[in-house]
């Protein structure tokens, strides 16, 4: 059975720092692999998905990374903002033979502060 | 712009009392998803549906039920049966294959009074 860990839980930075999150997986026979963002309260917000076949990917201030063989991924955040201030889930979605279930981690709680 | 809807936002249900949590997607995608999020837990999926009047019991399916009649709806009801039904209910969507990832809904937030 797939399982998600993401470390640290929570993290505490001041504003204008790099940081890195990071995200490992028991089963490298991954379809591809996401990252979300959740406000208090709210729904998901996708933030960077990559492919299998892929190394990275990026968007904005954001670089997501994966390492399938080593079932590892990191998302790099540079030069942080109070308002990035969310939790951050990781999610491997399974290979297509097994109906495109994620398995998620627990989240890394990201606070920045001014 | 397509997306997912779900409603209500907020839902109090009491003791002994079914209640159905609505979700609508008009990104035609064709895989539907209902996770449950409890405090310092990860998301655990309660039931999919790849296909309409088709669908798949989770790792948490006790105490829930669904229907896919459209492509574009797929309700959850809380049955009595689920004696901690307390927690935030994500609906999700996807194409079966494809490049593309998830897209989330806003979220349920049931409560038991």
């Known amino acids: 059975k797939q399982e998600v860990t993401q470390i640290p839980a929570a993290l505490s930075v001041p504003e204008g720092e790099n940081l890195v999150l990071n995200c490992s997986f028991t089963?490298?026979?991954?379809?591809?692999l996401q990252w979300f963002r959740q406000d208090p309260g709210k729904g998901l917000t996708s933030l960077l998905l990559i492919q299998s076949s892929q190394r990275e990917q990026t968007s904005g201030r954001l670089n997501a990374s994966l390492d399938k063989s080593s079932g590892r991924s990191t998302l790099y955040i540079a030069a942080s903002q109070p308002g990035d201030s969310a939790t951050y889930l990781c999610?491997?979605?399974?290979?297509?033979?097994?109906?495109?279930?994620?398995?998620f981690g627990e989240g890394t709680q990201l606070t920045v502060n001014p | 712009d397509g997306g997912i809807t779900q409603s209500p936002k907020y839902l109090f249900r009491k003791e002994g009392q079914n209640v159905t949590l609505s979700c609508e997607q008009n990104?035609?995608?064709?895989?539907m998803y209902w996770y449950r999020q409890d405090p310092g837990q990860g998301l655990r999926l309660i039931y999919y549906?790849?296909?309409?009047?088709?669908?798949q019991k989770g790792d948490i399916a006790e105490g829930y039920s669904v229907s896919r009649e459209k492509k574009e709806s797929f309700p959850l009801t809380v049955t009595s049966a689920q004696k901690n039904p307390t927690a935030f209910y994500l609906c999700?969507?996807?194409?079966?294959?494809?490049?593309?990832?998830?897209?989330f809904g806003s979220g349920t937030r049931l409560t038991v009074v």
């Open positions: 549906s790849q296909i309409v009047n088709d669908f």
């Open positions: 990104l035609n995608h064709d895989a």
């Open positions: 999610a491997v979605r399974e290979g297509e033979t097994s109906g495109s279930r994620l398995t």
């Open positions: 999700a969507s996807s194409l079966l294959q494809g490049m593309r990832g998830y897209t």
């Open positions: 089963d490298s026979a991954i379809y591809n």
